[in-house]
């Protein structure tokens, strides 16, 4: 029979109290039961812990030992847990999110700071990556659950729409068409191109909105980073559109920033999950607070909105992101404050 912890608990007790009588009023139980234990445990161990007589309990040397790893097992157990408690709870663990860089430096800032001040021992952890590398790392098990635009449809994932935000021309400050309200995707066309490179999904976009205006030229640059394409853009190499969440990653060169129309081109970020898994405790509540900035129309840079929710029948659609024609009664539109343009930067009155 092997040693048990109600034994060790019960031995502790003794060993403590120096008393049968003591430890099982402490404990709750009948003192026969107790003495039970006890010799159970020094039948196993095949030593004497306890040197007893009709008023005192002394132990010996084997007894002084075996206290201190009892208690030892016992205040580790009991430790435990309450550590496995709180994570059932959702109240300690790890989130980990995987995501692109702009979601990861620009939106999820601030549900972590007000999640962590309610969760301390909680700890998110996020991997940021392109498209793919996201989504594989959450068919992987890497992450709990992503933050991306989606392309190829996968009946592994289920998505559900989180944030849109709008392609705006990034440009020169001293070019032409930084002198328009509006750009159309025609202008940028006939400007030198710079893009981002093709793994991103923010090259897919563009793509596809030259290709619906049958606009069909080769990028002037292409560049890895969102801070290196602005880099290019303002030191006057080309013209380049990117979405709205991207922009504070620019960095503070001298560019701006203008809505593109003809189509308007949104693109639409999910949140992936894998397709009939459940999800810790800890992941739920880090999804509710998410959602919970959802529902009170939290703030967002300008040019970004939450998306509406879909169904739950329709969680299982892939939701890419794609250019369309403008419409204006469902296109967001880039809410710009009256001294500021598209990009943030403050204009001069």
């Known amino acids: 029979m092997e040693t048990t912890l109600r034994q060790l ?7 403590r109290a120096t008393s049968f009588t003591s430890a099982a009023a402490q404990l709750h139980v009948s003192q026969s ?24 309990v002394q132990l010996t040397a084997a007894g002084v030992e075996a206290l201190r790893i009892a208690e030892q097992i016992v205040t580790a157990h009991r430790a435990g847990m309450k550590e496995l408690s709180r994570f059932l709870l959702g109240e300690s663990g790890t989130v980990a999110v995987a995501t692109l860089p702009s979601v990861a ?20 952890r ?24 989606v392309g190829e449809p996968s009946p592994q994932l289920e998505h559900r729409p989180l944030v849109r935000d709008r392609f705006v021309a990034v440009l020169p400050e001293a070019h032409p068409l930084a002198e328009s309200g509006e750009v159309t995707w025609e202008e940028l066309a006939r400007e030198p191109f710079l893009a981002v490179g ?15 205006i049958e606009a069909h030229t080769a990028p002037a640059a292409e560049a890895g980073s ?20 991207v922009l504070p990653l620019m960095g503070a060169g001298p560019v701006v920033c203008r809505p593109l129309a003809g189509p308007v081109v949104d693109r639409r970020l999910d949140i992936a999950l894998r397709a009939r898994r459940s999800l810790p405790a800890v992941t739920e509540r880090f999804l509710e607070a998410l959602e919970e900035f959802r529902r009170e129309d ?14 739950p029948s329709a969680h299982l659609s892939p939701a890419s992101a794609q250019a369309s024609p403008a419409r204006p009664s469902r296109a967001p539109v880039a809410r710009t404050s009256p001294d500021r343009d598209s990009c943030g930067n403050r204009i001069d009155s």
Do not use: H, M
């Open 298 to 311: 939290r703030a967002l840079p300008d040019g970004v909105s939450w998306a509406q929710p879909s169904p």
């Open 9 to 15: 608990a019960a031995y502790a007790a003794v060993a």
């Open 105 to 124: 430096a620009v939106l999820l800032p601030q549900v972590i700071s007000g999640f962590r001040k309610q969760r301390p021992q909680v700890t998110v």
């Open 198 to 212: 093709r793994d991103s999904s923010v090259r897919r976009l563009t793509d596809a909105a030259f290709a619906q």
């Open 33 to 56: 039961s107790l003495s039970r234990a006890v010799a159970d445990l020094e039948r196993q161990l095949g030593t004497q812990l306890l040197e007893r007589d009709t008023r005192n």
């Open 126 to 149: 996020l991997l940021d990556g392109l498209e793919r590398s996201v989504l594989d790392r959450v068919l992987s098990g890497d992450a709990d659950f992503a933050i991306t635009t």
């Open 226 to 245: 969102v801070a290196t394409l602005g880099g290019l853009v303002a030191a006057g190499l080309g013209v380049s559109a990117l979405p709205a969440l």
